[in-house]
């Protein structure tokens, strides 16, 4: 048995990236929008009890007149939220969310890696 020999097409494709280098890492299949506090306040006031198919992950309690709104509450440290970032994006999928908004994480260096995994999300949304 010898060396199997790579094929013309093997040799000319592009290496493989690494998952986290990817630009669209998790890509939910809802549309995911970064947002300040103050912008997500603003839009939900002004759809009231229209919210539907929108799921909000953020730091800042919010509250809405829609009880078909789907929230969830961002840990306020970067590493927690880091843990179950995913996990809740895919929760909104399966709930089926069409949009997903999420509050801008603190310009801090400890929330870097969350904030490049969301501009990642967002990038493919």
Request: charged residues 25%.
């Amino acid at each position: 048995a010898g060396t199997r020999l790579l094929s013309k097409e093997e040799l000319s494709a592009p290496d493989p990236q690494a998952p986290g280098t990817l630009l669209a890492h998790y890509a939910p299949n809802a549309k995911l929008r970064l947002m300040e506090a103050a912008q997500l306040r603003t839009a939900l006031d002004i759809l009231g009890p229209d919210a539907a198919h929108i799921a909000v992950y953020a730091r800042t309690p919010l509250r809405s007149a829609s009880a078909r709104l789907i929230v969830r509450r961002m840990p306020d440290d970067a590493a927690a939220t880091a843990q179950q970032l995913f996990a809740v994006l895919r929760e909104f999928d399966a709930a089926g969310a069409r949009l997903i908004w999420v509050e801008t994480p603190p310009a801090d260096p400890a929330w870097d890696g969350v904030r490049d995994r969301l501009t990642r999300a967002a990038a493919s949304a």
